[in-house]
């Protein structure tokens, strides 16, 4: 269609249909194929490839009515495009949600116990996602830390003696309401493991605003959990709270109230600053896992069903996913600059070309569900973070 923004090229698929959804015979991916050694590095790694399409006679129904249109339809893309999608490696094969449910018993985790001195066992759970958005109650010990306050609140879904005896990984989550999504899914599937603990850091409204906060909890985690027998793992991201408070000409307020951004200085440099100043204190954070998630493609204006966003509407740059790819080459050079001890994750090319599949909720209005995936992504996400923890703890 003329002036839609992307060029998508279509391999011819000769194997039947049914056969997608069948393992692939493929090795698991390493720790460097799961990260990326520049902006433009993950274009060359991937494909999203059709699995299920409601209008072949393989269709696999996984509603309860295949006639009927449901709110879950459209979360998983049926009741929409019509069509399920995997992410596929070249070359390499992801976790899958089974696998990491069996992952402990199937020998994985040898490494904990012989060279860590801790084990990761699953309790009694089933492991299933039945709910992969909504609250995260029996995802081991959780942590979180609101910084929509000036004092930033830790809260624990376990009693202090219990957390103060935790032995294991601690994964830390940093980021916005995109990067709370990746942490729900995570959440839910390690929700029966014990010897994984959950911490989610929130940087809305910015980094420039949320740092004091960040800072201060991580010394807080760090001081408690003092010559205790813990992992850390960080996956840590900032760029769309950012764009949308030093870019945004209807964020101008904000700006000038909180001094974030002057005259002079552009959003870009702005940004630049505050990335910098969040490498720096991570590089000094003790963690056997540092790694940036690249800032997703927010603000697509095509493909998201459900939603009313007139034709006649012009999307100013601050609403583009191009300034957020712009964005993610500043952090991309920021942390090759200063630390190659943290790695880094793609976010961006692997949501570009899936605005078809956004959060779907009863209420769509243009808004947060212009900048937040749907399952398939989140659970792209999710389970790519599972194995780099693995990588990134136990080696390769």
């Given at each position: 269609?003329?002036?839609?923004p992307?060029?998508i090229?279509v391999?011819?698929?000769?194997?039947?249909?049914?056969?997608?959804?069948?393992?692939?015979g493929?090795?698991?991916?390493?720790?460097s194929?799961?990260?990326e050694?520049?902006?433009?590095?993950a274009?060359?790694?991937g494909?999203w490839r059709v699995?299920?399409?409601?209008?072949?006679?393989s269709?696999?129904?996984?509603?309860?009515?295949?006639?009927?249109?449901?709110?879950?339809?459209?979360?998983?893309?049926?009741?929409?495009?019509?069509v399920r999608?995997?992410?596929?490696y070249k070359?390499?094969?992801?976790i899958?949600?089974?696998?990491?449910?069996?992952?402990?018993?199937?020998?994985?985790?040898?490494c904990?116990?012989?060279q860590l001195?801790?084990?990761?066992?699953?309790?009694?759970g089933?492991?299933s996602?039945?709910?992969?958005?909504?609250?995260q109650t029996?995802?081991?010990?959780?942590?979180?830390a609101?910084?929509?306050n000036?004092k930033?609140?830790?809260?624990s879904?376990?009693?202090?003696?219990?957390d103060?005896?935790?032995e294991?990984?601690h994964?830390?989550?940093?980021?916005?309401s995109v990067?709370?999504l990746?942490?729900?899914?995570?959440?839910?599937l390690?929700?029966?493991?014990f010897?994984?603990?959950?911490?989610?850091?929130?940087?809305?409204?910015?980094?420039?605003?949320?740092?004091?906060?960040?800072t201060?909890?991580?010394?807080?985690?760090?001081?408690?959990?003092?010559?205790?027998n813990?992992?850390?793992?960080i996956l840590?991201?900032?760029?769309?709270?950012d764009?949308d408070?030093?870019?945004?000409s209807?964020?101008?307020?904000?700006?000038?109230k909180?001094?974030?951004?002057?005259?002079?200085?552009?959003?870009?440099?702005a940004?630049?600053?505050?990335?910098?100043?969040?490498?720096?204190?991570?590089?000094?954070?003790?963690?056997e896992?540092?790694v940036f998630?690249?800032?997703?493609?927010?603000w697509?204006?095509?493909?998201?069903?459900?939603?009313?966003?007139?034709?006649?509407e012009m999307?100013p740059?601050?609403?583009?996913?191009?300034?957020?790819?712009h964005?993610?080459?500043?952090a991309?050079?920021?942390?090759?600059?200063?630390?190659?001890?943290?790695?880094?994750?793609?976010?961006y090319?692997?949501?570009?070309?899936?605005?078809?599949?956004?959060?779907?909720?009863?209420?769509?209005?243009?808004?947060?569900?212009?900048?937040?995936?749907?399952?398939?992504?989140?659970?792209?996400f999710?389970?790519r973070?599972?194995?780099?923890?693995?990588h990134g703890?136990?080696g390769?």
């Open positions: 269609a003329s002036g839609f992307l060029m090229r391999d011819p698929v000769h194997e039947p249909a049914s056969s997608l959804t069948e393992d692939t493929k090795q698991w991916c390493t720790l194929q799961l990260t050694s520049s902006p433009q590095s274009l060359y790694k494909r699995i299920d399409n409601v209008a072949h006679s269709h696999n129904q996984i509603t309860p009515d295949g006639t009927m249109v449901t709110l879950d339809g459209y979360r998983i893309g049926l009741n929409s495009v019509g999608m995997m992410y596929e070359g390499c094969e992801l899958h949600i089974r696998e990491i449910l069996s992952v402990i018993s199937d020998g994985m985790d040898e904990f116990p012989e001195g801790f084990s990761i066992h699953r309790g009694d089933n492991g996602l039945d709910d992969t958005s909504g609250d029996g995802a081991g010990k959780k942590r979180t609101n910084s929509t000036d930033t609140e830790i809260k879904l376990e009693n202090s003696s219990e103060s005896s935790f294991g990984i994964v830390i989550f940093i980021g916005d990067m709370k990746i942490e729900g899914f995570f959440s839910k390690v929700r029966n493991f010897g994984i603990k959950v911490s989610f850091l929130e940087t809305n409204g910015g980094i420039h605003l949320t740092m004091p906060n960040i201060s909890t991580l010394n807080k985690i760090r001081r408690e959990e003092q010559g205790a813990i992992k850390r793992a840590f991201n900032t760029g769309l709270h764009i408070v030093l870019c945004s209807k964020r101008k307020h904000t700006r000038i909180t001094k974030i951004a002057n005259k002079v200085k552009s959003c870009t440099d940004y630049r600053d505050a990335m910098l100043h969040l490498v720096q204190v991570l590089e000094d954070y003790p963690a896992l540092k998630q690249s800032t997703t493609a927010g697509q204006k095509y493909g998201n069903y459900g939603f009313s966003w007139s034709a006649k999307q740059m601050s609403r583009s996913p191009h300034l957020a790819h964005f993610n080459t500043i991309y050079d920021i942390i090759q600059n200063q630390n190659r001890n943290i790695l880094i994750a793609d976010g090319w692997m949501t570009l070309p899936r605005p078809d599949h956004t959060q779907i909720s009863t209420q769509n209005k243009v808004g947060k569900h212009l900048v937040h995936p749907g399952y398939e992504v989140l659970s792209v999710a389970r973070w599972f194995m780099m923890i693995l703890i136990c390769e």
